[in-house]
């Protein structure tokens, strides 16, 4: 079985969505296996975005993120990081179709509810960044 990382964004806890979020993914099928809500620190957030924390945007990301809680989850289920995706819609809120996460509660492409790991590599690494071993049920 498939899992990947979640992580309602701080717009989706500011909004009070978590509840409808975790609903449509529920609804979609998916087993959840491990949630908790954390404030994310500087490391934590270079670490986890380090693709893009040299780019000029990075402090912007790093402020949002940290601006308050999120709640991380992970998913499981088959084809869950695939599926998952197409249940959030693109990126970029203002991109996504309505009926998607995103297109229905979004705003741009930084304030869009959800972070979704993009592979079965990244949702590995990035799973073992936010939760040990022993947190996650299966």
Request: with cysteine; net charge negative; proline share 4%.
């Amino acid at each position: 079985m498939e899992k990947t990382l979640i992580l309602l964004k701080p717009d989706c806890v500011e909004k009070r969505s978590m509840g409808e979020v975790i609903s449509r993914f529920e609804k979609a099928g998916f087993t959840l296996v491990a949630s908790k809500i954390l404030s994310l620190t500087p490391a934590l957030l270079r670490e986890h975005y380090a693709h893009v924390a040299d780019k000029p945007f990075y402090p912007e990301i790093e402020a949002f993120m940290g601006s308050r809680p999120v709640m991380a989850l992970v998913l499981a289920g088959d084809g869950v990081i695939d599926r998952v995706r197409l249940l959030l819609g693109p990126t970029d809120s203002t991109q996504a179709a309505a009926g998607t996460i995103r297109g229905d509660m979004g705003q741009d492409k930084m304030r869009n509810m959800v972070h979704a790991s993009d592979s079965a590599e990244n949702a590995e690494a990035e799973i073992k960044r936010f939760f040990q071993a022993s947190e996650l049920v299966s």
